[in-house]
């Protein structure tokens, strides 16, 4: 049965293992890396690692497993949309700390594009296609500044780029900061977002606009290709056409580089896992698994070919998973409903398979609370997060913070907040199918550990630091969470 976890402490590191005195194939600050690649495919599982590997033991996937370490328990941040699940990785925080909770979400201090902060504060603050020029282009000049949310800084009403929407430093500005070179690959200009709040932690960015291809697995695995074209690009410090160049063109090969696959997400949303007891890959699954790791053997290749391999640290790690992995659970709400049941006036409401309300009135959210807990049947809620209980457990407080919900909603596994029937599958919420993600780390030189206990994947960005050899303390996010490196790491 999947779980929820509404607890936001890290793990803690394993015990430390010296490389030179202590067994072979463990690795320790003085070995630094070179280069670090960071690829999430989003929607992976770390069940869906498991079976890729019994469906294909010699696949790219499993030799890597063979000289690094997996984690099998690990988990991505809560809520877990891509935006807080790729910050999570590149801070080590979560959205209390980051201030980002979603790519559409509500900020009480924002105002809508083109208001020139005229008004009651108070608007909705996305970030996705619909900040591009045009978002039916592959490549239509990146982020138009007249699409974006504004706020008054300094006295003065400005457009709020991605990047300045964060609160705490990213991993790729860290690097960046050492004159090392970086680069990063997403779905949207609007992952601009990893430049972090001083705009300086990307060298180079390539964003090809994933709502301007159709959303079919092959179109996407198309798409990713572009990501995979861009990563090898890279390796030979080669600059694509069509990337934005921030600080570059680049000279060498990345420190840290990376970005993220569509395909298999695409296919459990459009199509899901076979509908029986073991839910199993379906062909579209199996499909853009297959696509996933012949990518991943490539860009190994590619640093084999360049004599890189060994001073790269190689991470895969999932922003999100998907929910529900078992086709029998899966159902809609009209995210309309569950609105209503509030039974007071709503500001603005993200659905997906989670609710995040904010109320017009503070003062309403107990009422509000209250009437979703007294129709839970009939919203298909599984739990009510709000006051002290939202808090506590590690999300934030509404009274203080802004960009913080006064409820969140956490549905019945498997249900959609969603009119459309074009999905079986979303990601976004608290469950163990949204949160429990594919997690591993490999070099030629580690030798092959499985670690099942519970980490999150916060931990990715200070063993990132820690690989290329640099002081894990200049990130703020980390710092502030205490989050700890991933066990085999010191």
Partial sequence: MATLFFSLALAVAAAPHDWHNGPSGYHHERNAYKHVVAISVDGMHSSDV??????????????LLQTGYEYTDAWTSAPSDSFPGSLAQFTGANPKTTGVWYDDTWDRTFYDPGSNCVGPAGAEVVYDETKDYDPTQLFSGGI??????QAIVNGKCQEIYPHQRLRVNTIFEVVHSKGLQTAYA??????DLVRGPSGTGLTVGYFPEIAAVANTVAATIAYDQLHVDAWLDWIKANTPVNTTVFDGPLTTTPALFGGNFQAL????KTVGYNNDS??????????AMGFVDASIGAVVSELEATGLL????II????????????????????QLITNLTGVPVAFQTSDDIALIFLEKAADTAIAAANLQAHAAEGKI???????????????DPATDPAVPNIIVQPELGIIYTNSHAKVAEHGGLSSDDRQVACFVSNPNLRKRVFDERVATTQVAPTVLHALGIQTSLLQGAVKEATQMLPGFW
């Fill in 316 to 335: 895969v790690a999932s922003k999100h998973g998907q929910a529900p992995i078992d086709r029998h659970l899966y159902g809609t709400v009209n995210p």
């Fill in 278 to 287: 073991q839910s199993s890959f379906s062909p579209a699954i199996a499909r």
């Fill in 382 to 396: 599984r739990s009510v997060i709000w006051g002290a209980n939202l808090t506590a457990s590690g999300f934030g």
């Fill in 50 to 63: 498991t079976k890729w590997v019994a469906l294909s033991p010699n696949s790219n996937i499993s030799k």
């Fill in 310 to 313: 060994e001073d790269t640290l």
């Fill in 144 to 149: 138009d500044p007249a699409n974006l949310p």
């Fill in 265 to 268: 997400s695409v296919a459990q």
């Fill in 186 to 191: 997403d779905k949207h200009p609007a992952y």
